[in-house]
């Protein structure tokens, strides 16, 4: 039988301007939630869970951004008894979620939203700290209190660049598209801020090589994942198109590159 968690209270979402990530996603929720992108994130969620401490007594867990419940099936799998909660803006998102991992209780908001009267045993954060509201990382931190906290977050890929990654570099450049995962937010040490302020962590990089079959499979596939979002904002279709027209190019590489952290605050 699962313990609860600490007392969650549900507040309502809120949806503003269209480059909010949760508005975004909200759009992308049935083509994410392919089976590509599934083995891709998932490959992650474990590497991240695999860097807990095995002796980990973990009985009530709060996951962030939990999108479609990739991270949320591993999370499942490694604790079958303990209580999760799962945060995540998008109803869309939530609802293949749910599908994936019923047994789990889904709250409908972002984290600043999140109102929580105590701590989790484990906080875990599956690619989605880069997309944290200002406040939000001392969230996480507080609800971690006197427990595990696990992040993953994008990082700069390793130079030189594949081919992929320079295609993306030319067409952010030519589109002139910003987003909030600047040259320089790639640049700054992750985890930032609050979150940097953690004891006893340990932390590994995780870089993750794809090959697609052209430059339009490529674009597709960053369009769906987000990361063209984070890029380029609401640039991203733009990018996706002058990525897209790079027909000349063939079998084209594409490095991910993650930082893979745990923090542990437990007594
Ligand atoms: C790249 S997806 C990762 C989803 C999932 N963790 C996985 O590994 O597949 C990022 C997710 O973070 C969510 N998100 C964005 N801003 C958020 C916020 N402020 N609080 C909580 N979740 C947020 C998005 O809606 C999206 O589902």
Request: charged letters at 25%.
């Amino acid at each position: 039988m699962a313990e609860q968690g600490p007392r969650m209270t549900p507040a309502s979402t809120t949806v503003g301007a269209a480059t909010r990530p949760a508005d975004f996603y909200e759009g992308v929720a049935d083509l994410y939630d392919a089976p590509s992108h599934e083995a891709f994130y998932r490959g992650l969620a474990h590497e991240l869970v695999a860097l807990l401490p095995s002796d980990a007594a973990v009985r009530t867990i709060l996951e962030v951004g939990a999108g479609t419940g990739f991270g949320t099936h591993v999370l499942r799998e490694r604790f079958p008894s303990a209580a999760i909660t799962a945060v995540e803006p998008s109803a869309a998102m939530i609802a293949h979620a749910v599908d994936r991992v019923p047994d789990v209780e889904y709250l409908q908001q972002s984290l600043a939203d999140v109102s929580a009267d105590g701590s989790f045993d484990l906080v875990a954060c599956f690619v989605a700290e880069h997309w944290l509201e200002a406040g939000e990382p001392e969230r996480l931190v507080e609800l971690s209190r006197g427990g595990l906290l696990a992040l993953s977050a994008p990082i700069a890929p390793p130079r030189p660049l594949a081919t992929g990654n320079q295609l993306l570099r030319d067409a952010v450049f030519k589109t002139r598209a910003a987003g909030r995962w600047t040259h320089d937010r790639r640049r700054e040490p992750v985890p930032r801020g609050a979150l940097s302020t953690r004891s006893g962590s340990v932390q590994r990089d995780a870089v993750v090589g794809e090959c697609y079959p052209d430059a339009p499979a490529l674009a597709r596939a960053l369009y769906e994942r987000g990361s063209l979002m984070a890029v380029a904002g609401d640039g991203a279709r733009e990018v996706e198109r002058v990525l897209a027209s790079r027909t000349d190019a063939t079998d084209v590489d594409f490095t991910w590159a993650f930082r893979l952290f745990v923090a542990d605050d437990r007594p």
